[in-house]
Every structure is written in structure tokens, then in C-alpha cells.
């Protein structure tokens, strides 16, 4: 399985883990494990070559042991309302969806202003380069950035020690027969937590804009160690302020 793969198999393993938080907490009148404005939904009408990558991406086996792995990068999220909100993640066509939104609106309100903000400095609106509308070979590109992030992030709250990384690998090998991801995905877990390493992996705006997507989607952002890395990884990503806004207003807009 290639990053693209995991990365997919892990944000749609987000839905299975919702609907059991669900099953406790659902609202007076709604039917049991219902969720509205799904990333799954979403995924659902993936097509072009994202939607071929991840079409053999699939199988109960792999997406019950994705389940497990996510839960363990969750750790202490566990018991509470993960990130603070109760997200249906679905899938990496799902997550460039959101991005691709987030972006065009940006755009467009960039073009009615004028201009671009400060580190971003083209205002012309052009079509935005999202992980669901690029060919595969950036799809892998994209997905290693996500990943990086995801997994960046959920050492964010300081809550994975020694043990649970080994336990993660051992969980993430499981996905992957891929023995130089599984290398990368190792070292990933190992080391410390750095916004300014994270960043780096984005190679345009709009990975960038999935990158900080996924870590608002994992972190809690209103515990105070949690939102200070996400302004962090911002600022290190060169997000303008406006593009920002719309990606977190995007993500709680797919939010329970």
C-alpha cells in the first residue's frame, strides 16, 4: 500500500470511531450514528485518477486495523470529542475537497479585494491543484505531506510516550508491506514534535492547505498546547490569515 493508501484508509477510519461516539451522544430526535455533511459523503463520487489510486485502497480487513491505528494516534482524545469537535474525516478525496473549497473561496476573495495577502502574493484566481485533482504521482506527494501532518499532530498534546509509538509502528506496519514507508513512517513517530520540519514537506499553497486541514482535523483546538502548534504550523506554512480562517471554517462545517 502506497502513502496514498494508508493516508486514505486512516481519515476514513475517522467515521467508524465517530459513530461509536455517537451512539452515546446523539441529539434528542436524530436516528442513532447520523451525521450530516460527511466527508464520506463526499468520497463517495470520487473519479479521475485520485479516485483509481484509491480504488484498490479498500477491504474490511484494512480498514478495521486503519480504525485501530487512528485510535492509537487519538490516544488521550479517547473518551472526549476528538479535536474538540466530533469530525467525520472521511477520505483523502474528501479532505482534497475541503482544501479545494477553502482555496477557491480565498481566491475569490482575494480578486475582490485586490490582492493577495502578505505570503501569498498571486491574487489571480486559477484552478486549485488539490490532492483530488492531480495525477497520481503527486497524489503520492500530497499524501506523504498529509501524513507528516497527521501524524505531527497527534503528538501535539505530548501524549505519546515511548510505548505507544511502538505500539503505532506495529499497528501501522500492518497497512503497509511497503518496507521504505514503513521506514519513513517510523521516523515520523520518532521525532520530535517541529512545526518548522512539518511546513517544509509542503511544496504549493494548496498542499500546504491539506497539511493544516488534517492537523485541525486530529487536535483538540481548545486546549492551549494543541491550538499554539496549529497557530505554528500556520504561521510555518505561510498560510495567509484569510486562507486559514477558511480552512478551519471549512473543517467545522463537515463538523457535528
Known sequence: MKASGLLDQLLKSGQDLLQKQQNSVTPPGAPKGSSSGSLGDMLSGAVGPLGSLLGGAGGGGKGALATGALGMLLGSRRGRRMGGKAVTYGGLAALGMLAYKAYGNWQAQQAQQGGAGVNQPNPVQTEPKTVDRLPPEQVEEHSRGILKAL??????????????????????????DDPALQHWLEAELNKPLDPVDVAAAATTPEMASEMYIASVLMVDEEQFMERAYLDELARQLKLDAGLKAELESQVRGVSA
Open 151 to 176: 501524524v505531527a499532530a497527534a503528538k501535539a498534546d505530548g501524549h505519546v510516550d515511548e510505548q505507544e509509538r511502538k505500539m503505532i509502528e506495529a499497528e501501522l506496519a500492518q497497512l503497509t
